[in-house]
């Protein structure tokens, strides 16, 4: 018998007739003759909520005690669907982390899962329930209660579906699952079938919100198949497994724009060894993260630094670089908020030739300046001027011909 885990997002538990409607799922899961391990997460922003409860008391609660609280959401969760489970005549049990056997550290609000031990799991599963698992929380070596960070309950899900060797995932949220391009932008953009947990880690840094991205390094890592789909629709949603063993795939599978970058240049820096070393090295230690780098060798020695970072890092950074111009006797520091970054990704590049060039042409043709560049082994990016970004998608999404019939596309 095969072991099905389901994940039910806030958003998918938020009213009465949306628990219902998830217990219908896990019930059509169980008739279909699997067993059915369901993770909820708390209704709709109740963790916001009940965050902000407890800032109203205290403006830096304890973290214990704000786990404590937070915990709650879950657990409110998880009776619910089991009440619901009930009324439709079926069976089920309701745990929290800590009866699911979910052992943590215990650095609260942000605990990893250490291990889990099954024991109960499988004892309720071979007595025929459908199991219901609190997620985002559990236990560390002394019973206090943790949470894991926020959108947890994705990675408790795939630790319980590693755990328990589930044959597959199944994240319900409130969309289809992935596509090709964001449909808001890209109208003609598709929903892809079938991708590599690779490319949606990469899509996700992108700041596509579609899974919280330590749950699919997890299930990478412990190669559990996930699928990604909505809850309020049949379709079957994205699978995600690892496609690295396909002989042939596509070169691109998803392009992307992020509007969250902001670009600053440090003008004719010494051009010495060292100097990028303590220019990246002071951004660090301002705990500002860096994208994308160009270094342009001008005339005379002397070198124009450029990098980006996410537009709320922007002032910090701009700080740190007017400090570091000073002490290099760099001549000036610019910075620009108004970027973007439009980006291809696909494991397929890996063996596939021409791309960068496919998308450079792209632009061209649209007469779309390129800032920067900057690649991966899966991901072509190019920061250009914001107010082109939303074209540049659509033109790249084109040329790589994302808007075609993909379902047989591996
Ligand atoms: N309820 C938690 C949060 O909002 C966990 C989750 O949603 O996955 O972060
Ligand atoms: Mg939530």
């Not at 996410?310 to 701009?318: F, G, I, P, S």
Request: with cysteine; glycine share 8%.
């Amino acid at each position: 018998m095969a072991l099905v885990v389901q994940k039910f997002g806030g958003s998918s538990l938020a009213t009465p007739e949306r628990v219902i409607s998830a217990a219908r799922r896990a019930i059509a899961q169980f008739q279909a003759g699997n067993q059915v391990v369901v993770v909820c997460s708390a209704q709709g922003d109740q963790t916001d909520q009940l965050i902000n409860l407890a800032q109203q008391i205290h403006e830096r609660p304890s973290p214990r005690e704000l786990d404590m609280l937070k915990a709650v959401g879950e657990q409110m969760s998880i009776a619910l669907m089991a009440i619901a489970i009930h009324k439709l005549a079926h069976e089920a049990i309701s745990l929290t982390g800590a009866q699911a056997g979910i052992r943590t550290d215990s650095f609260h609000g942000k605990a990893k899962i250490k291990r889990i031990d099954t024991r109960r799991l499988q004892q309720e599963l071979a007595r025929g329930q459908i199991v219901i698992v609190a997620g985002f929380q559990g236990v560390d070596s002394e019973d206090n209660i943790t949470t894991i960070g926020r959108g947890g309950s994705d990675p408790t899900a795939v630790a319980l579906a590693a755990a328990l060797g589930a044959e597959r995932c199944d994240i319900f949220t409130d969309v289809d699952g992935v596509y090709t391009a964001d449909p808001r932008i890209v109208p003609e953009a598709r929903w892809i079938p079938r991708m590599d947990y690779d490319e949606l880690l990469e899509l996700s840094s992108l700041g596509a919100k579609v899974m919280q991205s330590r749950a699919v390094e997890l299930a990478k890592r412990f190669g559990v198949a996930l699928r990604v789909r909505s809850s309020f629709s049949d379709s079957e949603g994205t699978l995600v497994t690892d496609l690295s063993g396909e002989m042939e795939y596509v070169d691109v599978r998803a392009a992307a724009l992020d509007l969250n970058e902001a670009k600053i240049t440090i003008r004719h820096v010494p051009d010495q060894p060292g100097v990028a070393a303590t220019i990246f090295s002071e951004i660090a230690r301002a705990n500002v993260n860096v994208d994308v780098i160009v270094q342009n060798v001008s005339e005379r020695g002397l070198a124009d630094v450029s990098f980006t970072v996410m537009k709320e890092d922007r002032l910090l950074a701009l700080d740190v670089a007017r400090g570091l111009a000073e002490k290099l006797g760099a001549s000036g520091v610019e910075s620009d908020e108004n970027t973007a970054k439009v980006s291809v990704i696909g494991i397929g590049m890996r063996s596939h030739s021409g791309v960068a060039e496919r998308m450079f042409r792209a632009l061209a043709d649209e007469q779309i300046n390129i800032l920067m560049i900057s690649t991966s082994e899966i991901k072509i990016s190019c920061v250009i001027e914001a107010p082109n970004g939303e074209r540049a998608l659509r033109a790249v999404h084109r040329a790589f011909q994302l808007d075609k019939d993909n379902s047989d596309r591996t």
